[in-house]
């Protein structure tokens, strides 16, 4: 349930020391494992590589890193102000069926959303509205979605698309430094199957 932020010790295998000394250490290694050569070949500067990678010993740091790009993000909301629109918080758009819109979402931000909901599970999305907004009010609104930071029903869809491409591009900077499957979905795939 947590394979987005699985410890690097988790990542590295079956690439352990132990299991690369010898023949016999592998294939020793593949009678517990059943995964182990079902994969594709990987070479040897590419084992090196997922050994040396520390980059997922420290999920703090890309929490951080979206957090950063949630922070540029509002800084270019607030700066073109009048292209990005007032948004009233109404709600409405988080029914997405019913207001026609569609929101897709990244792995960093749910790895984030996921990080900061103080240990509760992400939540499925079991209609067409957001199972985070309750009663017309969004409880996660501190952590949520680039989209909905971006999405304003009265703002300009030419400023909107812009922002939300280069907001993509930094996403898929971040899933490509710390070895994330990039995936851009609509949020009801995204929180169904988070973990799996």
């Not at 209609?127 to 009663?135: A, E, T």
């Not at 971006?150 to 490509?176: H, M, P």
Request: hydrophobic share 30%; net charge positive.
């Amino acid at each position: 349930m947590i394979y987005p932020v699985r410890p690097s010790q988790c990542r590295v295998w079956p690439f352990w020391s132990s299991n690369l000394t010898t023949p016999f250490a592998w294939n020793r290694a593949t009678q517990k494992c059943n995964g182990i050569n079902r994969g594709r070949l990987y070479s040897f500067e590419e084992i090196e590589k997922i050994k040396k990678n520390k980059k997922w010993r420290a999920n703090s740091q890309l929490i951080k890193e979206v957090a950063e790009v949630y922070d540029w993000l509002g800084s270019q909301i607030e700066s073109h102000r009048e292209s990005a629109g007032y948004c009233k918080a109404c709600g409405k758009c988080c029914d997405f069926e019913s207001f026609d819109h569609k929101l897709f979402v990244t792995p960093p931000e749910l790895i984030y959303l996921s990080e900061n909901l103080h240990g509760e599970n992400v939540k499925p999305m079991q209609s067409s509205r957001c199972p985070y907004n309750i009663g017309g009010r969004c409880t996660i609104y501190e952590h949520r979605f680039a989209g909905c930071r971006i999405f304003c029903c009265k703002g300009n869809a030419d400023f909107q698309n812009d922002l939300s491409e280069s907001v993509i591009k930094k996403f898929k900077s971040l899933c490509e430094e710390y070895q994330i499957e990039y995936r851009y979905s609509e949020l009801a795939t995204a929180l169904n199957n988070f973990g799996r």
